[in-house]
C-alpha cells in the first residue's frame, strides 16, 4: 500500500484554515461593496465621470478578486481534496491577492490625495501621499511578481521584506490621509452650530475609516513575525475590500447631508457645496427612500462636473 503522502508544511488545518477564514471575510465585505455600488449607482446618477470611473474599476477589480479566490478554494478543497501534496500551492492568489490588494489600495489612496490637494490648494500634501502610494504599488507588484513560483508557506519567508515595505508604506499612507483630511475639514469649521456639527460627523467618519485599513496594515505585520501558517495572508485577502468600501462610505456619505438653506459644507468629496445647490434641501425623513434620494439628486449636480 502507497504510503500517504506528508503535508510540504505543517499540518491542513495550519495552512488552509486561515485561507478559508480570509475567504469568509472577503466573500462578506464583497457583499457590502455591492450594496454600497449599487446605492451610489442610484442616488448620484450626475457624478461625473471621472468618479464613476474610479468607482466602476475598483468594483471590477474587486469583483474580479473574490471570483478567483473562490475558484482556487473550489480548486484546493474540491478538486484536489485531500492531495497534501498540492494543499500549500498558491494558485491564482499571487494575482488575486498580491496584486490586485495593492492596485485598489493605490487607487483609493490617489483619490484621497486629490481631495486633499482640492481642500488645501497646494501639491505638497498631496504629492507626498502619491508618492507613499506609488511606492507601496511599485513593491506590492514587485512582491507578487517574485512570489509566483512559492509555495505559500515560503512566501512570507522569502518576500517578508517587500511585504513589510509594501504594508508599511500602505499603513503610513492612510494614517497621513486620515490625519490631513481631519485637519483641513477642521480648518473649514465656519461657527455655525450645524455646519459645524455635520464637519464633526466627517472627520470621525474620516479617521475610523482610515484607522481600520491602518490597523489592518499592523495586523499583517504581526501576523508576519508571530504566527505560524499564511495567517498574513488570510488577512491580506480582504484588505482590498476595506479601501474599497471606505471609497464607497465616503462617496454614499453625501446622502445623509442635510445642511441648512444659506449655509455652505465642505466634504471629502466636494470642496465646497453651496446649500442652495445642496442635493437635500429639503429636510429628509429616516424612511426616504432610495428612489426618492435619486430623485432628488436631478435636482443638483446638474452640470455633471467634477465637485471642486
Given at each position: 500500500?502507497?504510503?500517504?503522502?506528508?503535508?510540504p508544511?505543517?499540518?491542513?488545518?495550519n495552512?488552509?484554515g486561515p485561507?478559508?477564514?480570509?475567504?469568509?471575510?472577503?466573500?462578506?465585505?464583497?457583499?457590502?461593496?455591492?450594496?454600497?455600488?449599487?446605492?451610489?449607482?442610484?442616488?448620484?446618477r450626475?457624478?461625473h465621470?471621472?468618479?464613476?470611473?474610479?468607482?466602476f474599476?475598483v468594483?471590477?477589480?474587486?469583483?474580479?478578486?473574490?471570483?478567483l479566490?473562490?475558484?482556487?478554494?473550489?480548486q484546493?478543497?474540491?478538486?484536489?481534496?485531500g492531495?497534501l501534496?498540492?494543499?500549500?500551492?498558491?494558485?491564482?492568489?499571487?494575482?488575486?491577492?498580491?496584486?490586485?490588494?495593492?492596485?485598489?489600495?493605490?487607487?483609493?489612496?490617489?483619490?484621497?490625495?486629490y481631495?486633499?490637494?482640492?481642500?488645501?490648494?497646494?501639491?505638497?500634501?498631496?504629492?507626498?501621499?502619491?508618492?507613499l502610494?506609488?511606492?507601496?504599488?511599485?513593491?506590492?507588484?514587485?512582491?507578487?511578481?517574485?512570489?509566483?513560483?512559492f509555495?505559500?508557506?515560503?512566501?512570507?519567508?522569502?518576500?517578508?521584506t517587500?511585504?513589510?515595505?509594501?504594508?508599511?508604506?500602505?499603513?503610513?499612507?492612510?494614517?497621513?490621509?486620515?490625519?490631513?483630511?481631519?485637519?483641513y475639514?477642521?480648518?473649514?469649521?465656519?461657527?455655525?452650530?450645524?455646519?459645524?456639527?455635520?464637519?464633526?460627523?466627517?472627520?470621525?467618519?474620516?479617521i475610523?475609516?482610515?484607522?481600520?485599513?491602518?490597523?489592518?496594515?499592523?495586523?499583517?505585520?504581526?501576523?508576519?513575525?508571530?504566527?505560524?501558517?499564511?495567517w498574513?495572508?488570510?488577512?491580506?485577502?480582504?484588505?482590498?475590500?476595506?479601501?474599497?468600501?471606505?471609497?464607497?462610505?465616503?462617496?454614499?456619505?453625501?446622502i445623509?447631508?442635510?445642511?441648512?438653506?444659506?449655509?455652505?459644507?465642505?466634504?471629502?468629496?466636494?470642496?465646497?457645496?453651496?446649500?442652495?445647490?445642496?442635493?437635500?434641501?429639503?429636510?429628509?425623513?429616516?424612511?426616504t427612500?432610495?428612489?426618492?434620494?435619486?430623485?432628488?439628486?436631478?435636482?443638483?449636480?446638474?452640470?455633471?462636473?467634477?465637485?471642486?
Amino acid at each position: 500500500m502507497a504510503a500517504t503522502p506528508t503535508p510540504p508544511h505543517g499540518t491542513y488545518l495550519n495552512v488552509r484554515g486561515p485561507l478559508f477564514i480570509g475567504f469568509i471575510f472577503q466573500v462578506l465585505l464583497c457583499g457590502v461593496l455591492i450594496v454600497q455600488v449599487y446605492i451610489y449607482h442610484v442616488a448620484f446618477r450626475k457624478d461625473h465621470w471621472g468618479m464613476k470611473a474610479i468607482v466602476f474599476i475598483v468594483f471590477v477589480l474587486e469583483l474580479l478578486q473574490t471570483i478567483l479566490k473562490s475558484y482556487d478554494l473550489y480548486q484546493s478543497d474540491v478538486w484536489e481534496y485531500g492531495d497534501l501534496a498540492q494543499m500549500d500551492n498558491q494558485r491564482l492568489a499571487w494575482f488575486s491577492i498580491g496584486l490586485l490588494t495593492p492596485v485598489t489600495g493605490s487607487i483609493v489612496q490617489s483619490f484621497f490625495g486629490y481631495r486633499i490637494l482640492k481642500l488645501s490648494k497646494s501639491w505638497i500634501a498631496p504629492g507626498f501621499i502619491w508618492i507613499l502610494s506609488l511606492f507601496q504599488l511599485i513593491v506590492g507588484l514587485v512582491q507578487a511578481i517574485i512570489s509566483q513560483p512559492f509555495k505559500l508557506h515560503e512566501v512570507a519567508i522569502k518576500t517578508k521584506t517587500l511585504v513589510l515595505l509594501c504594508v508599511f508604506s500602505a499603513a503610513t499612507t492612510d494614517v497621513l490621509i486620515a490625519v490631513l483630511l481631519s485637519y483641513y475639514l477642521y480648518q473649514m469649521k465656519s461657527g455655525i452650530k450645524e455646519s459645524d456639527e455635520l464637519v464633526t460627523r466627517i472627520i470621525r467618519l474620516t479617521i475610523e475609516t482610515g484607522s481600520l485599513t491602518a490597523i489592518t496594515a499592523v495586523v499583517i505585520i504581526f501576523l508576519l513575525f508571530l504566527a505560524e501558517g499564511p495567517w498574513f495572508h488570510s488577512v491580506l485577502a480582504f484588505t482590498g475590500k476595506l479601501y474599497s468600501n471606505n471609497l464607497m462610505v465616503m462617496f454614499n456619505r453625501r446622502i445623509a447631508l442635510q445642511p441648512h438653506r444659506g449655509q455652505s459644507i465642505h466634504t471629502f468629496t466636494d470642496a465646497q457645496i453651496p446649500a442652495e445647490q445642496s442635493m437635500f434641501q429639503a429636510a429628509s425623513t429616516r424612511d426616504t427612500t432610495i428612489w426618492e434620494l435619486s430623485q432628488r439628486q436631478k435636482e443638483s449636480y446638474g452640470t455633471g462636473s467634477l465637485p471642486a
